[in-house]
């Protein structure tokens, strides 16, 4: 197929993606409008769809009505279809979150012995995979041999940079917990913390040899709770550690004792950094800080590369819309499924903002046919209305009706836009690694060409 022609069909395939992306949202709430607003008004005014429907209605009129309620629906829909998608995001990592604690708590019946050793279990079970896991992957393996780092090896790789020394502390900590639980010990305290915050280490490492150049093999891994950012300790002790000390569920015992809480903690943040890959709804800036852990637990290694935002200092989504810019400018072609990800998920967001503002309207709606269903009923025949307590009902019922529809639409959205975003950078960094070639020497063409002109 001609390259132009492919060009031609990946823009329709673009702007058709974008026009349904903004219309179906749109089109649903006129819908909503039309069912808690419109038709309650209707019977509270006597007004008959049927006597509407059997007048003379002039030719080309439901035509020119449809092209309205498109033109409509896009412009409303446009307008969900750019709000923020971090709003119905947080909610989704919420219920995440809120779910891992859950299931600690779950497992917790004022037993400190048993729950140590479940939450041991799990926690050693994902050390183990993700240092299996970081001996796979080339940059690491190479870095380190069975448990002692190799100056050699490493040497070659001194230029790298701090996306790089932070995965070699993390590899580094599961590497040396994995030695300790050979040898039977338990895993100190500043091993699980190199674990879950490498970042922090290699920052602490920073400021301890602010002068000398970062050397992987000289990592003590000392790094303590209390040199820790403030913002990881109240995260650790607001929203999880709190958290998991208390319950709302009668006959559920609360994690109470400190030592149980401390390593309970530890398992959920750990899971929820390789499930969600962040900490927290106040630290889920995309494409989240802990997003090569999410990919290390699932054995995907050939991508880890482009992922340079591990740490809270990177302006993550300048790195994904470098990607989508480079991949748009010089691969069109091969930009429809990135594309196309980003729509439905901004679709999913504004169906979610949708339902958010349908929900207050139809709450307004239902209020508003409490109040006027009896005074209808007592006076309508002095308004010249044949109002019911039949009629009122419907009136109630109906946005009654929206609310559990919106609710619904809610909770089933915040449910998998999480994933759908997690998958959108999984498509962008794929589609990148692939064409990296491509891009390169298109990039070169151009710029000789440039040159020659």
Request: glycine residues 4%; aromatic residues 14%; charged residues 20%.
């Amino acid at each position: 197929m001609n390259k132009n022609v492919k060009t031609s069909i990946t823009l329709v395939d673009e702007l058709m993606v974008d026009i349904t992306g903004s219309l179906i949202p749109g089109f649903l709430f006129l819908v909503i409008l039309f069912i808690c607003v419109f038709l309650p008004l209707a019977i509270f005014s006597d007004f008959s769809l049927i006597v509407l429907l059997k007048s003379k209605i002039p030719s080309g009129f439901f035509w020119v009505f449809l092209v309205i309620v498109l033109i409509l629906a896009y412009v409303v829909g446009h307008i969900y279809y750019r709000v923020d998608i971090k709003e119905p995001d947080e909610a989704a990592i919420k219920r995440q979150i809120t779910e891992i604690i859950s299931n600690a708590q779950h497992h917790y019946f004022d037993n400190n012995n048993s729950f140590i050793d479940y939450v041991n279990h799990q926690l050693h079970d994902i050390i183990i995979s993700m240092n299996d896991t970081c001996m796979n992957v080339p940059q690491f393996g190479c870095w380190y041999r069975g448990r002692e780092c190799d100056p050699n090896q490493y040497a070659a790789s001194s230029d790298h940079n701090s996306a790089s020394h932070i995965y070699w502390c993390f590899c580094k900590s599961c590497n040396l917990a994995v030695g300790y639980l050979e040898r039977g010990i338990d895993i100190p305290e500043s091993i699980l913390l190199g674990i879950l915050f490498p970042e922090e280490v290699y920052r602490v490492e920073r400021e301890r040899h602010p002068t000398a150049p970062f050397n992987a093999c000289n990592v003590d891994f000392g790094v303590s709770f209390y040199e820790l950012n403030e913002d990881i300790k109240r995260i650790w002790i607001e929203e999880y550690k709190n958290r998991l000390s208390k319950t709302h569920k009668i006959g559920k015992m609360p994690i109470v004792d400190e030592a149980t809480l401390w390593i309970a903690t530890y398992m959920c943040i750990l899971e929820a950094q390789i499930e969600i890959g962040c900490i927290s709804i106040k630290d889920c800036s995309f494409p989240y800080t802990y997003y090569y852990k999410y990919l290390l637990s699932r054995n995907i290694i050939n991508i880890l590369d482009e992922v340079r935002w591990n740490s809270r200092d990177s302006r993550s989504k300048n790195i994904i819309n470098e990607y989508k810019t480079q991949m748009q400018l010089f691969v069109p072609e091969k930009y429809a499924i990135i594309n196309k990800n980003e729509s439905h998920v901004r679709m999913s967001s504004s169906t979610w903002h949708m339902a958010k503002v349908s929900i207050w309207i139809a709450l307004g709606m239902t209020l508003f046919s409490i109040v006027l269903t009896p005074f209808a009923c007592i006076h309508g025949n002095e308004w010249g209305l044949s109002t019911t307590p039949y009629h009122g009902i419907l009136a109630i019922a109906l946005p009654l009706s929206v609310i559990w529809f919106c609710w619904f639409a809610q909770k089933r959205i915040a449910k998998f836009i999480h994933y759908q975003r997690n998958r959108e950078i999984f498509h962008a960094i794929c589609a990148y690694d692939q064409c990296r070639d491509i891009i390169t020497h298109r990039r070169h063409l151009q710029s000789t060409s440039r040159a020659n002109r």
